[in-house]
């Protein structure tokens, strides 16, 4: 194989992994659970340190590939126009609050995206990298959505407490950190289980999906599993039980069908008939909404979107140009009828950036209708119009997928060749059939390596999070003057899987000593057998623990949290159970006696 070959083929693997990893942090900061689950203890602000950090590297890891940037004369002022923009609304928005987020976690890491986009040669490629990824969610979350929770042939690892918003912190089911049961909806009398994949709710999901569905569509062809990969996306977008996502498909199927030549060519010989169709697709879509209405839940969510959107408009009315500064919502929350949260996208980016930071995400969409105009090629125009509906009724302002439309329009919107949908293979670019069975075989190592990794992590997940039969506690420990404790939560509830779930919440502390230093468990002694079990207990950050002891002693992380089911144990008509804490600090167990049966919390209940 010649050496420019070789050169070639490692150039593009590199550039194909570090796409890849940038798709996975869009996709995954898009309200993953990840930054919403206190187990892990990462927040959004803190993924995007990390973004940028991946972001300067790959940036860095395509210059050393490409060694030039790669954009005509029209996308240089476009990206010109938006770089003044940035900082215009920095310089001049007299907001102070949130400022250093915007500097830090919109403007840079926008810029960044383009200079990146600017480097690559084939643009849609970013494209490719976040579908693949999406996908890779979608066929998982599908996976434990239907035989999980519709079929509950899977059982959930554990149970984690998500932390969303305004929501009140609630203990969701969680499928190996690939899939949770975030959000249930009630139609006639029925439980309905929302796919959220790794999101915190439904419409984060439903975003990233739709996002990548209408790539798939109108951005890119890939020459194998085309048709399949589209079905799966519209069957992941359907599981969300989200109107926006239907609503998304009758829209998509709508410009795909239109841009086909021989529909075009039929429409102009009977437009009669397609008067007909259009008034069907109005009807599909006016019943999707009914039904939607029909649900307490659906009816609710409508209703407070117009408030939302309602609110937005009017209190931007009063600062037009500027808005009234990045994410902010104390405005919004005191003005709003339902101030639970946020559940727009574009009126409160209009309400938090006026007419400057709409301008940012308007003028590449505009500038991609003006070479449609010009090409006769309607391919971005339609991805466009698909992201902007999505985008009205998806709250993801502050997310990197808003930024990587952005920064593609910027580099693509005014480019004739990249306007036009992407028919050579991205990932598969070399004809040569020695190169292609490289890759091929390169491909599969990489998905046999990655299927391996994730048994082990799952068995070793299965494992931390099991109850363990121990040796028998020979001594316990009175809770004295020396430590302090509270049971938030305590009881055995009933789960659709599950007569017999163990729900334990609350904290625990020895004055004056750090819990970085000691790890806790509840561990349950059978008062009838004699035998004990450690139960998968996990931490929970309380910082009111803390703030409420101010004695110089850390006590974040003296949270506990247990929630799984406890069939094994809870069997037959009578058990009785005392509840210990399991405290290990400097190979030191202790176990202290907090006076609790289950057996007698359970009679009084």
Known sequence: ???????????????????????????????????????????LWEFYDEFRIVLILSLLGLLCIHRSFSLSKSSVRLILFITIGLSFYFVFQPSVANKNIYRDYFAITLLLLIFAMSVIKEKQRIWVAFSNVVLVLAVFSLLFYIGGTLLRVFSPLNAIERVWGTWDPDPISNYYYLYYEAQVTHYSGFDLWRNCGIFAEAP??????????????????????????IILLTVA???????????????LFVLYVLQLNRVSSFIKRHKWIAACFIVVLGAISACIVYLKLQTSQGFGSVVVRMDHAKTCLELWSEHVFLGLGWLETENFMGNAAFPQGLSVGLPYLLYCGGLVLLGIVAIPVAASVFTAYKSKNYKLLSFNLLFILMYFFAAISQYPLLQLFVAYNSVCALDTECAGIFKRNPIVKHTNLKNSLIRKAFTVVAVIVVLSLLGIAANKLKENNSIHKISKVKSTTEIDDSCIYDINDLEIDSDYRSDNWLFIRGWFIQYGVD????????????????????????????????????????YDKSGFILHLPMDDLFAGDYYDYDLYFEVQCDDQTTYYDPHISLTRFYEEE
Not at 12 to 39: K, Q, R, S, Y
Not at 205 to 224: P, T
Not at 237 to 251: D, E, K, P
């Open 204 to 229: 984060m999901f439903n975003a990233v999906l739709c996002a990548a569905l209408a790539s798939e569509v109108f951005l890119f062809k890939r020459r194998s599993f085309r048709k399949t990969i």
């Open 515 to 554: 819990n970085d230093s000691q790890t806790m468990a509840i561990v349950l002694v059978d008062q009838n057998t004699g035998e004990c079990y450690r139960l998968p207990t996990r931490v929970q950050m309380r910082h009111d623990v803390t703030n409420a002891f101010p004695d110089g002693t850390d």
């Open 237 to 251: 977008i359907v599981s969300t039980f989200s109107t926006t996502g239907l609503l998304f498909i009758v829209c």
């Open 1 to 43: 194989m010649p050496k420019q070959n070789r050169l070639s083929i490692i150039a593009d693997n590199i550039e194909w992994v570090l796409l890849h990893v940038c798709a996975l942090f869009v996709v995954f900061m898009n309200g993953g659970m990840w930054g919403c689950d206190p187990t892990i203890n990462r927040n």
